[in-house]
Each structure stands twice: as structure tokens, then as C-alpha cells.
């Protein structure tokens, strides 16, 4: 793990630090205008003239860094105790389609459950994953439908768009959630 440079207050939202290679990361949760009980973790390089922040570094640091990641999302979690949930995004690569769970998301499903205990619940939709607190999860389930749901779907063996309805959304997410 990395060292951590906190937010000039402990309410703040943004974090930092530097890999053994130079490369300097942002952490950020941003709360959204219609939910103040929501975040959405997001993470990036912030120092390389060569790519944008979400690029691909691949310098043989990635373990260090999620679990960096991991800790700031402790500690921030620990500084906002109401925060009842949460959302991660994983961009996919050029050569993989948004329709489909990224490479990116399949490494962020091995730290989420190390960040987030046996009280939180993930929902998962492609690219798109959210942690909520099980005590208020009845409150968030048409937000979370809602979230989760795209209006329509292109079927892999048909090439057809069909609606994707909510049973099909919840049997899904079922399936792809982590104990």
C-alpha cells in the first residue's frame, strides 16, 4: 500500500497518492445533487501527459493500488458513516463492449468485497456497480432498478433489441452478486 495524502479537512472528498513509478493517483467521491446519502468512487491518473486519467498504466503496480484504494475508501467511509451507498464505474478497454462485464470490473470485483463488509450488498450491471447498505436496501429498490436498467438490450445470438425487464434485471443481478 501506498501512502495516503488526506483532504486539508477530514470531510473532504479527495485523496491522493504516488506509485513506486511516479504515478500520481486521484480518489474521489462524489455525492450526487438528488441523493446526499450517495457517492460514487472514482479513481484515476492525474500526472500522465500521454493518456487520460482512466488510461491503462500496466506498470506492474496494480495490486498497491487498488489496495490503496481500498484503504482511502475506509477511511472515508469512516469519516462519512451516513453514506448508505455507493457506486463504482469500470470503463471498458477499446476492444470490449459496454453490453458486457470489462476486465476492469472483474479486477474491481475482487477488492469491493474487501473494502465493504458482510452489512453491504453489490448489484452488479455490466460496467456499473453498486454497494448499498442491507438495512436501507427496500428504500433503494426502484432507485436501484432505475440505475441498473437500460432501456433496452441487444441479444448476443439475435442481434435484436428486446426490453429488459425488471425480473430479468433482479435474476441477473442475483447471479452476478458477491457475498
Known amino acids: 500500500m501506498y501512502s495516503i495524502e488526506t483532504p486539508p479537512i477530514k470531510s473532504g472528498n ?34 500522465c501527459d500521454d493518456a ?20 482511502i475508501g475506509r477511511v472515508f467511509m469512516s469519516e462519512h458513516p451516513a453514506i448508505c451507498y455507493y457506486e463504482i464505474y469500470a470503463l471498458e478497454k477499446e476492444d470490449e463492449s459496454e453490453f458486457e462485464t470489462s476486465s476492469r470490473m472483474n479486477l474491481y470485483f475482487r477488492f469491493i468485497p474487501r473494502l465493504f463488509n458482510d452489512n453491504w450488498k453489490l448489484f452488479v ?32 445470438e439475435e442481434k435484436e433489441v428486446s426490453p429488459f425487464s425488471l425480473n430479468r434485471l433482479l435474476s441477473f443481478i442475483d447471479r452476478r452478486r458477491m457475498n
Open 14 to 47: 479527495t485523496y491522493f497518492f504516488n506509485t513506486d513509478s511516479g504515478m500520481r493517483y486521484e480518489v474521489r467521491f462524489g455525492r450526487k445533487k438528488e441523493n446526499a446519502l450517495c457517492a460514487t468512487l472514482v479513481f484515476g491518473v492525474v500526472n
Open 125 to 156: 450491471l455490466n460496467n456499473k456497480a453498486i454497494v448499498l447498505k442491507k438495512d436501507v436496501e427496500h428504500l433503494y429498490a426502484s432507485v436501484i432498478a432505475d440505475e441498473l436498467s437500460p432501456k433496452e438490450t441487444i441479444s448476443k
Open 52 to 71: 487520460d486519467e482512466y488510461s491503462l498504466t500496466n506498470r506492474g503496480e496494480v495490486w498497491q493500488v487498488m489496495n490503496t484504494i481500498v484503504e
